[in-house]
Protein backbone atom coordinates (compact mmCIF):
# COMPACT_ATOMS: atom_id res chain seq x y z
CA UNK A 1 0.00 0.00 0.00
CA UNK A 2 1.02 3.57 -0.67
CA UNK A 3 2.26 5.86 2.41
CA UNK A 4 1.24 8.89 1.09
CA UNK A 5 0.12 10.86 -1.46
CA UNK A 6 1.89 13.32 -3.34
CA UNK A 7 0.55 16.88 -5.30
CA UNK A 8 0.12 17.57 -7.28
CA UNK A 9 -0.07 14.34 -9.72
CA UNK A 10 0.97 16.20 -13.06
CA UNK A 11 2.40 19.89 -13.68
CA UNK A 12 3.30 21.41 -16.51
CA UNK A 13 5.57 24.59 -16.48
CA UNK A 14 8.05 26.63 -18.92
CA UNK A 15 11.65 25.87 -18.83
CA UNK A 16 13.29 28.82 -16.38
CA UNK A 17 10.69 28.03 -13.84
CA UNK A 18 10.61 26.98 -10.18
CA UNK A 19 8.38 23.44 -9.92
CA UNK A 20 7.13 22.29 -6.51
CA UNK A 21 6.04 18.62 -5.42
CA UNK A 22 4.44 18.15 -1.95
CA UNK A 23 4.77 14.78 -0.42
CA UNK A 24 2.39 13.73 2.72
CA UNK A 25 3.05 10.36 4.34
CA UNK A 26 1.03 8.70 7.76
CA UNK A 27 3.77 6.81 9.70
CA UNK A 28 6.52 8.19 11.78
CA UNK A 29 10.03 8.00 9.89
CA UNK A 30 13.39 7.53 9.94
CA UNK A 31 14.40 9.16 6.49
CA UNK A 32 12.43 10.39 3.49
CA UNK A 33 14.17 10.34 0.26
CA UNK A 34 13.07 11.58 -3.35
CA UNK A 35 13.77 10.04 -6.58
CA UNK A 36 13.18 11.03 -10.27
CA UNK A 37 12.02 8.56 -12.89
CA UNK A 38 12.44 8.82 -16.48
CA UNK A 39 9.58 7.03 -18.37
CA UNK A 40 10.01 3.65 -18.33
CA UNK A 41 13.35 3.88 -16.77
CA UNK A 42 15.09 3.42 -13.35
CA UNK A 43 14.40 5.34 -10.12
CA UNK A 44 17.66 7.57 -10.20
CA UNK A 45 18.14 9.08 -6.36
CA UNK A 46 17.69 12.35 -5.57
CA UNK A 47 17.63 13.87 -2.15
CA UNK A 48 18.00 12.05 1.41
CA UNK A 49 16.57 13.82 4.25
CA UNK A 50 16.91 12.49 7.77
CA UNK A 51 13.96 12.91 10.27
CA UNK A 52 15.86 15.42 12.00
CA UNK A 53 16.58 17.54 9.62
CA UNK A 54 14.15 20.38 8.25
CA UNK A 55 15.82 21.43 4.79
CA UNK A 56 18.43 20.68 2.75
CA UNK A 57 19.69 21.64 -0.70
CA UNK A 58 21.70 19.94 -3.57
CA UNK A 59 22.65 21.81 -6.56
CA UNK A 60 19.25 23.10 -7.62
CA UNK A 61 17.24 21.00 -5.33
CA UNK A 62 15.96 22.01 -2.40
CA UNK A 63 13.63 19.39 0.13
CA UNK A 64 12.05 20.17 3.38
CA UNK A 65 10.42 18.06 5.65
CA UNK A 66 7.53 18.89 8.53
CA UNK A 67 7.30 16.03 10.61
CA UNK A 68 4.51 17.45 12.45
CA UNK A 69 2.50 17.64 9.56
CA UNK A 70 3.92 14.73 8.28
CA UNK A 71 5.08 16.48 4.98
CA UNK A 72 7.73 17.25 2.60
CA UNK A 73 8.06 19.01 -0.35
CA UNK A 74 10.55 19.08 -3.19
CA UNK A 75 11.45 22.47 -4.97
CA UNK A 76 13.61 22.40 -8.33
CA UNK A 77 14.73 26.01 -9.57
CA UNK A 78 15.21 27.18 -13.02
CA UNK A 79 13.87 24.29 -14.27
CA UNK A 80 15.42 22.74 -17.60
CA UNK A 81 13.33 20.21 -20.04
CA UNK A 82 15.58 17.60 -19.09
CA UNK A 83 13.76 17.75 -15.79
CA UNK A 84 10.47 16.49 -17.25
CA UNK A 85 10.28 13.09 -15.38
CA UNK A 86 7.98 11.41 -12.46
CA UNK A 87 8.95 12.24 -9.37
CA UNK A 88 8.91 10.11 -5.97
CA UNK A 89 8.92 10.82 -2.17
CA UNK A 90 10.06 7.26 -0.64
CA UNK A 91 9.96 7.28 3.06
CA UNK A 92 12.23 4.89 5.14
CA UNK A 93 10.39 4.17 8.52
CA UNK A 94 13.28 1.55 10.16
CA UNK A 95 16.57 2.81 8.31
CA UNK A 96 17.35 1.00 5.41
CA UNK A 97 14.35 -1.13 5.21
CA UNK A 98 11.90 -1.12 2.57
CA UNK A 99 10.88 2.17 1.11
CA UNK A 100 7.36 3.18 0.67
CA UNK A 101 6.78 5.43 -1.87
CA UNK A 102 4.04 7.74 -2.55
CA UNK A 103 2.09 7.78 -6.12
CA UNK A 104 4.91 10.66 -7.59
CA UNK A 105 4.00 13.79 -9.60
CA UNK A 106 4.93 13.84 -13.25
CA UNK A 107 6.47 16.81 -14.40
CA UNK A 108 6.68 18.02 -17.72
CA UNK A 109 8.87 21.42 -18.27
CA UNK A 110 8.41 22.80 -21.81
CA UNK A 111 11.36 24.21 -23.33
CA UNK B 1 24.51 4.60 -14.03
CA UNK B 2 23.60 3.02 -10.98
CA UNK B 3 25.98 0.04 -10.83
CA UNK B 4 22.46 -2.41 -9.95
CA UNK B 5 22.06 -4.45 -13.28
CA UNK B 6 19.06 -6.35 -14.24
CA UNK B 7 18.41 -9.26 -16.48
CA UNK B 8 16.73 -9.49 -18.65
CA UNK B 9 15.39 -6.10 -19.48
CA UNK B 10 12.19 -7.60 -21.43
CA UNK B 11 10.40 -10.52 -20.82
CA UNK B 12 7.21 -12.07 -22.73
CA UNK B 13 5.33 -14.89 -21.48
CA UNK B 14 2.28 -16.66 -21.34
CA UNK B 15 0.26 -17.19 -18.30
CA UNK B 16 0.72 -19.95 -16.01
CA UNK B 17 4.53 -19.66 -17.26
CA UNK B 18 7.76 -19.64 -14.81
CA UNK B 19 10.27 -17.02 -15.11
CA UNK B 20 13.31 -15.86 -13.15
CA UNK B 21 14.67 -12.30 -12.35
CA UNK B 22 18.43 -11.58 -12.00
CA UNK B 23 20.17 -8.67 -10.18
CA UNK B 24 23.43 -8.13 -9.31
CA UNK B 25 23.85 -5.32 -6.75
CA UNK B 26 26.33 -2.50 -6.86
CA UNK B 27 29.57 -3.61 -5.97
CA UNK B 28 30.37 -3.66 -1.52
CA UNK B 29 26.36 -3.31 -1.23
CA UNK B 30 25.33 -6.15 0.94
CA UNK B 31 21.71 -5.84 0.47
CA UNK B 32 19.35 -6.33 -2.07
CA UNK B 33 15.68 -4.91 -2.31
CA UNK B 34 12.73 -5.99 -4.85
CA UNK B 35 9.89 -3.55 -6.14
CA UNK B 36 7.13 -4.11 -8.47
CA UNK B 37 5.44 -0.85 -10.57
CA UNK B 38 2.50 -1.54 -11.61
CA UNK B 39 -0.14 1.08 -13.32
CA UNK B 40 -2.74 0.37 -10.56
CA UNK B 41 -0.75 -0.99 -7.07
CA UNK B 42 2.18 1.68 -8.27
CA UNK B 43 5.43 0.83 -6.89
CA UNK B 44 5.15 -1.77 -3.95
CA UNK B 45 7.96 -3.74 -2.29
CA UNK B 46 8.25 -6.95 -2.28
CA UNK B 47 11.00 -8.31 -0.13
CA UNK B 48 14.62 -7.50 0.98
CA UNK B 49 17.64 -9.28 1.53
CA UNK B 50 20.79 -8.50 3.49
CA UNK B 51 23.94 -10.59 3.33
CA UNK B 52 21.70 -14.04 2.00
CA UNK B 53 19.59 -13.87 4.14
CA UNK B 54 15.74 -12.56 4.11
CA UNK B 55 15.38 -9.48 6.17
CA UNK B 56 11.87 -7.89 5.15
CA UNK B 57 8.85 -8.96 3.50
CA UNK B 58 6.42 -6.80 1.67
CA UNK B 59 3.23 -7.55 -0.35
CA UNK B 60 4.84 -10.73 -2.27
CA UNK B 61 2.44 -12.84 -3.49
CA UNK B 62 3.34 -16.80 -2.16
CA UNK B 63 3.73 -17.60 -5.97
CA UNK B 64 6.78 -15.61 -6.17
CA UNK B 65 9.98 -15.97 -3.89
CA UNK B 66 13.77 -14.66 -4.13
CA UNK B 67 16.55 -15.82 -3.05
CA UNK B 68 20.58 -14.06 -2.75
CA UNK B 69 23.49 -15.88 -3.10
CA UNK B 70 26.70 -16.08 -1.56
CA UNK B 71 28.35 -13.80 -3.90
CA UNK B 72 25.22 -11.70 -3.55
CA UNK B 73 23.46 -11.76 -6.71
CA UNK B 74 19.66 -11.98 -6.53
CA UNK B 75 16.85 -13.88 -8.59
CA UNK B 76 13.40 -13.13 -8.12
CA UNK B 77 11.02 -16.28 -9.02
CA UNK B 78 7.81 -16.09 -10.37
CA UNK B 79 5.61 -18.59 -11.25
CA UNK B 80 2.02 -19.68 -11.97
CA UNK B 81 1.98 -16.19 -13.80
CA UNK B 82 -1.35 -14.12 -14.00
CA UNK B 83 -2.22 -11.56 -16.93
CA UNK B 84 -2.20 -9.21 -13.35
CA UNK B 85 1.91 -10.21 -13.02
CA UNK B 86 2.48 -7.81 -16.07
CA UNK B 87 4.39 -5.07 -14.33
CA UNK B 88 8.09 -3.02 -14.17
CA UNK B 89 10.15 -5.11 -11.75
CA UNK B 90 13.05 -3.62 -9.94
CA UNK B 91 16.01 -4.37 -8.10
CA UNK B 92 17.65 -1.93 -5.89
CA UNK B 93 20.93 -1.95 -3.18
CA UNK B 94 22.15 -0.43 -0.52
CA UNK B 95 25.57 -0.86 1.72
CA UNK B 96 24.41 -2.00 5.44
CA UNK B 97 20.43 -1.65 6.57
CA UNK B 98 20.73 0.83 9.40
CA UNK B 99 22.59 3.11 8.00
CA UNK B 100 20.00 4.77 6.45
CA UNK B 101 21.58 5.40 3.16
CA UNK B 102 19.52 5.56 -0.24
CA UNK B 103 19.01 2.62 -2.55
CA UNK B 104 20.18 2.35 -5.88
CA UNK B 105 17.75 1.09 -8.44
CA UNK B 106 18.86 -1.04 -11.50
CA UNK B 107 16.41 -0.27 -14.89
CA UNK B 108 14.34 -2.78 -14.53
CA UNK B 109 12.88 -5.73 -15.93
CA UNK B 110 9.32 -5.58 -17.99
CA UNK B 111 7.37 -8.67 -17.42
CA UNK B 112 4.68 -8.62 -19.90
CA UNK B 113 2.08 -11.61 -19.55
CA UNK B 114 0.03 -12.65 -22.81
Known amino acids: SQQGEEDPQALSIQEGENATMNCSYK?????LQWYRQNSGRGLVHLILIRSNEREKHSGRLRVTLDTSKKSSSLLITASRAADTASYFCATDEASGSRLTFGEGTQLTVNP | DSGVTQTPKHLITATGQRVTLRCSPR?????VYWYQQSLDQGLQFLIQYYNGEERAKGNILERFSAQQFPDLHSELNLSSLELGDSALYFC?????????????FGDGTRLSIL
Open chain 2, 27 to 31: SGDLS
Open chain 2, 92 to 104: ASSPNPGDGQPQH
Open chain 1, 27 to 31: TSINN
